[in-house]
């Protein structure tokens, strides 16, 4: 077997790892299994330590973020509190404006007739007294409609059209000026009544 050629050896990792590992043993004896095991354990025990002390600072850092997140939270819960009862005490206010208003008009309604003029309410809003003009009537809801009525007769108008309707429906009757006349109308929705006042 005369070749030119070296020899090619095909050897693994591992293998080459086990035959330094044997030569260390041979050159080092028998301390070699006791100083790499004892080196292990100390490494394992550092590793335990850095990892028990980084967990730990990672908590308290967390947990001070917590607080702090939690804290703002809570101060902006309790200004959307104190926001939410000055909105719920505004509209309070505001239904206790509408239910005093309503009882007011109420009222006029039902006020016996005396020798003095009478004020008319507008039938659009029926808040605000309707004032004469030349060739109508306006109201401060900005309400303005033609009628040639003087107040009295408006007012018998009024009457009886509401009246003429609740015989028929339980609704109310809804009062509406159309736009391209200038002329008050009422309708209702749920009888389909209409006329022109």
């Known amino acids: 077997m005369n070749s030119t050629q070296s020899p090619v050896y095909h050897t693994s990792v591992e293998q080459k790892r086990h035959a330094q590992d044997v030569a260390r043993r041979q050159r080092m004896g028998k301390q070699m299994p006791k100083l790499r095991e004892m080196l292990r354990e ?22 001070s973020e917590l607080r702090e997140i939690l804290r703002q939270e809570l101060t902006e819960l309790e200004h959307d509190l104190d926001l939410e009862q000055l909105i719920l005490d505004e509209l309070l206010s505001d239904v206790n404006e509408w ?4 009882e007011q008009n109420l009222e006029t309604l039902y006020v ?10 507008c039938p659009v809003c029926q808040m605000k007294p309707l004032q004469r003009q030349k060739k109508g009537y306006l109201c401060e809801c900005g309400v303005k409609f033609e009628h040639s009525a003087d107040m009295e007769q408006l007012q018998s108008l009024l009457h009886q059209q509401i009246v003429s309707h609740e015989v028929k429906c339980t609704q109310a009757l809804r009062f509406f000026i159309e736009p391209s006349s200038g002329h008050l109308y009422n309708m209702c929705g749920s009888c389909d009544y209409f006329s022109s006042v």
């Open 42 to 63: 100390k490494y394992r025990k550092r590793i335990v330590e850095t990892r028990k002390k980084c967990t730990d600072s990672n908590r308290e850092i967390q947990l």
């Open 99 to 102: 239910y005093a208003l309503g």
């Open 112 to 121: 016996e007739p005396d020798d003095q003029p009478k004020e008319v309410l």
